[in-house]
């Protein structure tokens, strides 16, 4: 029978926790008002999902999963960040109002992280 050897990626695992709370914090604001991606439900729940799946292909060492749990996310973001800038782009008012939050720059941050990390783990596995 042979040994399974899982050896845990911890920036995996570090990316993966960062990914899971930025839907939390403030994705974008306007003076004191803000607005989390959690805050519009499926979004958020999608990139906490992206992120729980990272952090398990992390904690098995498996750097395509965390590959594809990085461009999950990206994909949540890019869509995301897609229809806000279509909602404010014909209001310059506005536009010139919104600004991004700590939120948006941690989801595509860990987004670009997760795919870099799961890259590095599969380069060192050949």
């Known amino acids: 029978m042979k040994k399974l050897n899982i050896t845990p990626n911890i920036p995996g695992i570090i990316v993966a926790i960062i990914m899971a709370i930025s839907p939390f914090l403030p994705f974008i604001s306007m003076g004191r008002l803000s607005r989390a991606l959690i805050d519009g439900g499926g979004d958020g729940v999608f990139v906490v999902g992206a992120a729980v799946f990272g952090l398990i292909f992390a904690i098995i ?6 590959c594809i749990s990085g461009l999950a996310a990206g994909f949540i973001f890019y869509i995301d960040n897609g229809s806000v800038a279509e909602r404010i782009g014909e209001n310059a008012f506005a536009s010139a109002l919104i600004k991004n939050d700590i939120g948006w720059y941690l989801l595509i941050g860990s987004a670009v992280a997760m795919f870099i990390v799961g890259i590095i783990a599969i380069v060192k596995k050949k």
Do not use: D, Y
């Open 61 to 66: 060492g498996l750097g395509a999963g965390m």
